[in-house]
């Protein structure tokens, strides 16, 4: 059995799709900041069979909800203080992203001028999609 020591202050994100921590940790920036952080991959988990979980340390303006949001809102993210648990956070999609996605239509601003950034507002909560601020151009992410 596998143990990783627990967190006297940081933050647990949790029930993270199989095989998707790798993804946050780059879309987070992880490997950019300057404290310890672990990924636990294929954890077992009674709720989903599989999961992976990663575990920061230090505080929490190091991540943004919104790329957490965008990439699985079902991931649970825990505030830890003194060793235990303080808070839980429940994420939900992001009503704008931006620069987690890039726009695909050849014709769009972002194409051309390259110092824009990539702005997505949520069109269809139920199907997850995604429109681009300046063209339209739909992104549904579950595809």
Known sequence: ?????????GIVLDHIQAGKSLDIY???????LDCQVAIIKNARSNKMGRKDIIKIEGPMENIDLDIL????????VNIIRG?????????????KITN???????RCITSIEQ????VFYLADEKTETYRCMYCEEKYNKNV
């Open 69 to 76: 949001g965008y990439i699985d809102h079902n991931i649970t």
């Open 115 to 118: 110092e824009l950034p990539d």
């Open 1 to 9: 059995m596998l143990n990783i020591s627990g967190l006297n202050e």
């Open 26 to 32: 780059y879309h987070l920036g992880l490997d950019k």
């Open 83 to 95: 060793d235990h648990i303080v808070e839980k956070k429940a994420l939900k999609l992001p009503q």
């Open 100 to 106: 987690v996605i890039r726009c695909k239509n050849p």
